[in-house]
């Protein structure tokens, strides 16, 4: 069987579609699932959202061991975790770092990000789209 590609969701993303439509659409991330399992179509995907540090850190390293791709929002983490920095720089296969908000025309404190430093790719500003978007371009990546 081929090895899943994780689609990984930071803090309050569970909340996705709740609020502020006006930057983060009105998808939920049940609707973000289903967008990245059907652009995967058979290949197998881990998808997962926490607001624990810790939680996603033990998922990237299950990534490092069965996993062939990462597909990482990090949320707020994106700009303060360099746990979650350093489990990345662990995993040898393609991360996409993606933001469903464009970040760079955001307040300043979210212009930073730490992730990009090891990312193959970033995709932020596509809205909820940005996922299958993420999630083909990543089939492409592992193939
Ligand atoms: O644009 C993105 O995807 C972000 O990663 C979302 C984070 C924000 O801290 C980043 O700067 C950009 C915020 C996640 C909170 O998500 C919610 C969105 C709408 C409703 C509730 C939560």
């Avoid at 399992?37 to 926490?50: L, M, T």
């Avoid at 069965?66 to 990482?72: A, D, H, L, P, R």
């Amino acid at each position: 069987m081929a090895k899943p590609i994780y689609v990984l969701n930071g803090p309050n993303l569970n909340r996705l579609g709740t609020r502020e439509p006006a930057i983060y659409g009105k998808a939920t991330l049940a609707d973000v699932e289903r967008y990245c399992r059907e652009a995967a179509g058979a290949h197998p995907v881990e998808f997962r959202q926490s607001n624990s540090e810790a939680e996603i850190i033990g998922w990237i390293h299950e990534a490092i061991d069965n996993g062939s791709g990462i597909v990482i929002n990090p949320a707020a983490f994106t700009f303060t975790s360099i746990a979650i920095l350093d489990a990345l720089k662990m995993f040898e296969g393609p991360i996409i770092e993606l933001h469903i908000s464009n970040i760079h025309k955001r307040e300043p404190y979210y212009h930073h990000s730490l992730v990009s430093k090891i990312a193959t790719a970033v995709i932020a500003g596509l809205g909820a789209e940005g996922y299958r978007i993420a999630t083909a371009s990543m089939l492409k990546l592992i193939k």
